[in-house]
């Protein structure tokens, strides 16, 4: 049993294992350093997670690694915990030393790497893994073997040295695709190759250079590779390594193969190393991503609602993953969002609100303001408080002002009252004074008499210089006093909208 064939009768192993090297290879990313109780964290998180191996470090790099690995071997995970080496019997020592699991050798076997690093002959290459892998055996652990840069490695000597390492004793031979040079089709045919030589477990190991680490770790289990090497969040040497989430939802949902990941937990795993690493992970990210299950469009949107296979893969959802699903709200926005989420707080406004909020919630959205649930519920709670259009006295039409230190505000205002189009300009202490003043000349005659603004509070509904401001007016005539909202991205709008609205009640037969 040693590889997992898909293609028919599963005649290796029905799990492919996963082999975490976030700690390893991933801290090897430029510019990112876990500290000690970080990776500790880590080792539990990934524990939890449900990962096979986790690759701890590299203890011959330096003391603190070595005490790190340390230190995360007596954590007692259910984990194998594996710790990296060079053919060197100082390297394998430290290991040794930190009492891990499973050891990790590897040597460069290109021709360009061992002409410019170890400057090793590829005779001196195999004997020193043969060494090296006994040496390990003969102390009792389990031994990986990698030959680093394999997939620019000359083919016969490739598989020689692999044939060489399990000669040796390795457990498991690993297939480094250590620039990211591979496609599907040549690490398919090599690690076919090489499944079909030697008689233990493959695993194989992807850099992302071309984008492809994820494709390529999936051609690699399809040829027979029974274990993929993963980072989270595809941290790892330059472009990183294969992604932990992205191959496992893969090798899971489409290939239906299993593994021993408990994935409900992919999306905090991938939310804790975004957090410890501070490299974001894109909103567009497969399955973590803030909008890998979120919709906005109208089309999309309505689907989902009705039935969230219509633009979701199906075969993965967002709580298989941990995730969720968002309706968000922006120009694209349709009608059906906007009546789900109101439903949702036990709104049903009819219809001619609803293309009213439909259309506020656009405006404010192509205004390059993010439109939130609490900016929509404050909209609609102004618009569901209306006064109906058809029964409105006045209706704003146009509004403008001037304001500025040297300036005294001034606003110049259009409406249409009870069908007549009237205009006024005003000035004020500022431009909400200014503007409400050009409202109560527009509507004097028609209100007879003098009212009185009682009341005038603004909030922001969410943060930012772009918030949605709500205001609220108490506006008094004679013994009648009515409230009303306004809420616009512009205070000066909100303001003028909140008090056209008050009048329009007192106004209302
Ligand atoms: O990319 C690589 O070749 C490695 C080896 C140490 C396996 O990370
Ligand atoms: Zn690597």
Same mark, same amino acid.
């Given at each position: 049993?040693?590889?997992?064939?898909?293609?028919?009768?599963?005649?290796?192993?029905?799990?492919?294992?996963?082999?975490?090297?976030?700690?390893?290879?991933?801290?090897?990313?430029?510019?990112?350093?876990?500290?000690?109780?970080?990776?500790?964290?880590?080792?539990?998180?990934?524990?939890?997670?449900?990962?096979?191996?986790?690759?701890?470090?590299?203890?011959?790099?330096?003391?603190?690694?070595?005490?790190?690995?340390?230190?995360?071997?007596?954590?007692?995970?259910?984990?194998?915990?594996?710790?990296?080496?060079?053919?060197?019997?100082?390297?394998?020592?430290?290991?040794?030393?930190?009492?891990?699991?499973?050891?990790?050798?590897?040597?460069?076997?290109?021709?360009?790497?061992?002409?410019?690093?170890?400057?090793?002959?590829?005779?001196?290459?195999?004997?020193?893994?043969?060494?090296?892998?006994?040496?390990?055996?003969?102390?009792?652990?389990?031994?990986?073997?990698?030959?680093?840069?394999?997939?620019?490695?000359?083919?016969?000597?490739?598989?020689?040295?692999?044939?060489?390492?399990?000669?040796?004793?390795?457990?498991?031979?690993?297939?480094?695709?250590?620039?990211?040079?591979?496609?599907?089709?040549?690490?398919?045919?090599?690690?076919?190759?090489?499944?079909?030589?030697?008689?233990?477990?493959?695993?194989?190991?992807?850099?992302?250079?071309?984008?492809?680490?994820?494709?390529?770790?999936?051609?690699?289990?399809?040829?027979?590779?029974?274990?993929?090497?993963?980072?989270?969040?595809?941290?790892?040497?330059?472009?990183?390594?294969?992604?932990?989430?992205?191959?496992?939802?893969?090798?899971?949902?489409?290939?239906?193969?299993?593994?021993?990941?408990?994935?409900?937990?992919?999306?905090?795993?991938?939310?804790?190393?975004?957090?410890?690493?501070?490299?974001?992970?894109?909103?567009?990210?497969?399955?973590?991503?803030?909008?890998?299950?979120?919709?906005?469009?109208?089309?999309?949107?309505?689907?989902?609602?009705?039935?969230?296979?219509?633009?979701?893969?199906?075969?993965?959802?967002?709580?298989?993953?941990?995730?969720?699903?968002?309706?968000?709200?922006?120009?694209?926005?349709?009608?059906?969002?906007?009546? /789900?989420? %109101? $439903?949702?707080? &036990?709104?049903?406004?009819?219809?001619?609100? @609803?293309?009213? =909020?439909? !259309?506020? #919630? /656009?405006? %404010? $959205?192509?205004? &390059?303001?993010?439109?939130?649930?609490?900016? @929509?519920?404050? =909209?609609? !709670?102004? #618009?569901?408080?209306?006064?109906?259009?058809?029964?409105?006295?006045?209706?704003?039409?146009?509004?403008?002002?001037?304001?500025?230190?040297?300036?005294?505000?001034?606003?110049?205002?259009?409406?249409?009252?009870?069908?007549?189009?009237?205009?006024?300009?005003?000035?004020?202490?500022?431009?909400?004074?200014?503007?409400?003043?050009?409202?109560?000349?527009?509507?004097?005659?028609?209100?007879?008499?003098?009212?009185?603004?009682?009341?005038?509070?603004?909030?922001?509904?969410?943060?930012?210089?772009?918030?949605?401001?709500?205001?609220?007016?108490?506006?008094?005539?004679?013994?009648?006093?009515?409230?009303?909202?306004?809420?616009?991205?512009?205070?000066?709008?909100?303001?003028?909208?909140?008090?056209?609205?008050?009048?329009?009640?007192?106004?209302?037969?």
């Amino acid at each position: 049993m040693k590889g997992v064939d898909i293609h028919g009768n599963n005649a290796g192993n029905e799990i492919v294992e996963v082999f975490d090297t976030t700690l390893r290879d991933g801290e090897q990313t430029p510019g990112i350093s876990f500290t000690n109780e970080q990776k500790r964290t880590i080792a539990r998180q990934l524990d939890k997670l449900g990962v096979d191996i986790i690759e701890a470090g590299y203890p011959i790099s330096s003391r603190d690694e070595m005490e790190m690995v340390k230190l995360i071997c007596d954590e007692g995970l259910s984990a194998k915990i594996c710790g990296l080496a060079r053919v060197l019997t100082q390297d394998i020592d430290a290991c040794i030393d930190c009492d891990v699991d499973l050891i990790h050798i590897f040597v460069p076997s290109s021709k360009i790497q061992r002409d410019h690093t170890t400057k090793m002959s590829e005779e001196s290459v195999k004997e020193q893994t043969y060494a090296m892998t006994k040496y390990v055996k003969d102390h009792g652990f389990l031994c990986m073997f990698s030959a680093m840069d394999a997939t620019r490695t000359r083919q016969d000597f490739l598989v020689d040295l692999f044939k060489t390492a399990e000669e040796a004793g390795a457990d498991i031979l690993n297939v480094p695709d250590t620039v990211g040079v591979s496609e599907p089709f040549s690490i398919f045919t090599l690690v076919d190759e090489i499944y079909h030589a030697v008689n233990v477990p493959i695993s194989i190991h992807c850099h992302n250079d071309f984008g492809l680490a994820v494709a390529n770790s999936l051609a690699a289990v399809k040829a027979g590779a029974s274990e993929v090497q993963v980072a989270v969040n595809g941290l790892g040497e330059r472009a990183g390594n294969a992604d932990l989430v992205e191959t496992v939802m893969s090798l899971n949902a489409i290939y239906k193969l299993k593994t021993n990941i408990k994935t409900e937990y992919l999306f905090e795993t991938a939310k804790l190393i975004e957090r410890f690493s501070g490299v974001q992970i894109p909103i567009t990210k497969p399955i973590v991503g803030e909008n890998a299950f979120s919709h906005e469009s109208g089309i999309h949107a309505h689907g989902v609602i009705e039935k969230s296979d219509t633009f979701e893969p199906g075969i993965m959802t967002p709580e298989m993953v941990g995730h969720r699903r968002r309706i968000v709200l922006g120009k694209h926005t349709g009608r059906h969002s906007i009546e /789900k989420k %109101l $439903s949702e707080i &036990g709104m049903s406004p009819p219809k001619e609100q @609803l293309d009213e =909020i439909l !259309e506020r #919630v /656009k405006a %404010l $959205s192509v205004s &390059g303001k993010k439109v939130t649930d609490d900016d @929509l519920f404050t =909209i609609a !709670e102004v #618009v569901t408080g209306e006064v109906a259009r058809h029964e409105r006295v006045v209706t704003l039409k146009e509004l403008s002002v001037m304001t500025g230190n040297n300036l005294i505000p001034t606003a110049s205002l259009k409406a249409v009252v009870r069908g007549k189009e009237c205009t006024s300009a005003q000035m004020g202490v500022g431009p909400v004074d200014a503007a409400l003043k050009a409202v109560q000349e527009i509507i004097g005659d028609e209100i007879g008499g003098d009212i009185e603004l009682k009341d005038f509070r603004i909030e922001a509904i969410t943060g930012g210089s772009n918030a949605l401001a709500e205001v609220i007016v108490g506006v008094k005539k004679g013994d009648r006093v009515v409230t009303a909202r306004g809420a616009r991205d512009d205070i000066v709008m909100a303001s003028v909208e909140a008090y056209i609205n008050a009048l329009n009640r007192l106004l209302q037969r």
